[in-house]
């Protein structure tokens, strides 16, 4: 199987700041990384796919690039709406692996 | 729009089958997509359960071999899990989603709490 090692597991950060989750696959899933975001209490919803597409509707603060083994998800300026906790899937491979979650709060 | 929507008992006990349907609505589930679905324990993270297509293939987690199967249902454009042999560890939100490109899972269900206890 494999893993996806998503990294910081949490952060904090004010409102305008410039964050960056990252998410290394144990293996090559080409470009197939795919980016959610889930505040509490509700299902997860889809932020990015095929590293760097924007679901539509997603604001473009959101960018998301890699290739290979290692991905990123940047927030450009943070907003009040961003606090939540992001997770990165690797969709190349059976099983389609999560990373483990970045939650991002207040500081 | 697509909505999806899970349904099923939120009490199941240990060693028993849990029985979950998603009901589809928006979209034919015979379109090319794969249904999935997803769970996540009481605070921790997201778990891949395993995927179907309209035509019966699926694929599943391995950690989950021998208990889990899937199915759909045409007629009433939905599809199912069940989860046998159940124990406490399977106690989770469940998720039904469907994938679109890139395999990505655009759209979700609110999630159904079920909780394996006696």
């Known amino acids: 199987d494999i893993q996806m090692t998503q990294s910081p597991s949490s952060l904090s950060a004010s409102v305008g700041d410039r964050v960056t989750i990252t998410c290394r696959a144990s293996?090559?899933?080409?470009?197939?990384v795919n980016w959610y975001y889930q505040k509490p209490g509700k299902a997860p919803e889809l932020l990015i796919y095929?590293?760097?597409t924007l679901q539509s509707g997603v604001p473009s603060r959101f960018i998301g690039s890699g290739s290979g083994t290692d991905f990123s998800l940047t927030i450009t300026s943070l907003q009040p709406e961003d606090f939540a906790t992001y997770y990165c899937?690797?969709?190349?491979?059976?099983?389609?692996?999560f990373g483990q979650g970045t939650n991002v709060e207040v500081k | 729009q697509v909505q999806l929507q899970e349904s099923g008992p939120g009490l199941v006990k240990p060693s028993g089958t849990l029985s979950l349907t998603c009901g589809v609505s928006?979209?034919?589930?015979?379109?090319?997509?794969?249904w999935n679905w997803v769970r996540q324990p009481p605070g921790k993270g997201l778990e891949w359960i395993g995927e179907?297509?309209?035509?019966?293939?699926?694929n599943h987690n391995s950690s989950l071999t021998g208990r889990v199967s899937m199915s759909v249902d045409k007629s009433q454009n939905q599809f199912s899990l069940t989860l046998s042999s159940v124990t406490a560890a399977d106690t989770a939100v469940y998720y039904c989603?469907?994938?679109?490109?890139?395999?990505?899972?655009?759209?979700w269900g609110q999630g159904i709490l079920v909780t394996v206890s006696s």
């Open positions: 989603t469907s994938s679109g490109y890139s395999y990505a899972y655009d759209h």
């Open positions: 928006g979209v034919s589930i015979s379109s090319s997509n794969w």
């Open positions: 179907i297509y309209h035509t019966g293939s699926t």
């Open positions: 293996q090559s899933i080409r470009s197939y």
């Open positions: 095929a590293t760097s």
């Open positions: 899937q690797q969709s190349s491979t059976i099983p389609r692996t």
